[in-house]
């Protein structure tokens, strides 16, 4: 049996990709963001934002510094920033129309 739209017409194999495709870039762009920012001055390195970090945003290099890789990835949590025993990071919420380009 082939799949109907309202309308009545037939919905081809194409359709559904294409609708499925469609819902999945609107639920993107509805995603919460965030901007980290990361204060080097007051960060001893200690890793704990880059473990608590749930989509990995961060990173830590070879020389101990705490960097931002991935900051698409930034949903905003805050985990970072509240396990952060010097708060050396901050996280701004960053609206999704500035995302979305």
């Given at each position: 049996?082939?799949?109907?739209?309202r309308s009545g017409k037939r919905?081809?194999?194409l359709d559904v990709v294409e609708i499925a495709e469609e819902k999945k870039a609107?639920?993107?762009?509805r995603l919460p963001r965030g901007h980290v920012t990361i204060?080097?001055?007051?960060?001893k390195g200690?890793?704990?934002?880059?473990?608590?970090?749930p989509t990995g945003v961060?990173?830590?290099?070879?020389?101990g510094r705490v960097i931002v890789a991935h900051?698409?990835?930034?949903?905003a949590c805050r985990w970072c920033?509240?396990?952060c025993p010097d708060f050396a990071i901050f996280v701004t919420d960053v609206e999704p129309e500035e995302v979305v380009k």
């Open positions: 049996m082939q799949p109907q739209r919905v081809s194999e609107r639920a993107k762009r204060f080097p001055n007051w960060c200690c890793g704990l934002c880059v473990e608590f970090c961060l990173e830590q290099g070879s020389d900051p698409e990835k930034c949903t920033e509240l396990h």
